[in-house]
């Protein structure tokens, strides 16, 4: 069985290269080199209020 972590990925402003996120633990897990975005992981969108 395996386990879906709860991973999103957004483009960091500083870089302007997509990170992805786990959003379980609130930590970055990898940048990306090349550009664009990665490939099956959602894009995180800004919640509306």
């Not at 290269?17 to 975005?37: F, H, N, Q």
């Amino acid at each position: 069985m395996s386990v879906k972590k709860d991973v999103v990925q957004t483009k960091n402003p500083r870089t302007g290269r997509y990170v992805k996120i786990d959003r379980s633990k609130g930590r970055i897990l990898t940048a990306k080199k090349s550009p664009g975005p990665y490939k099956g992981i959602p894009v995180l969108r800004k919640r509306s209020s």
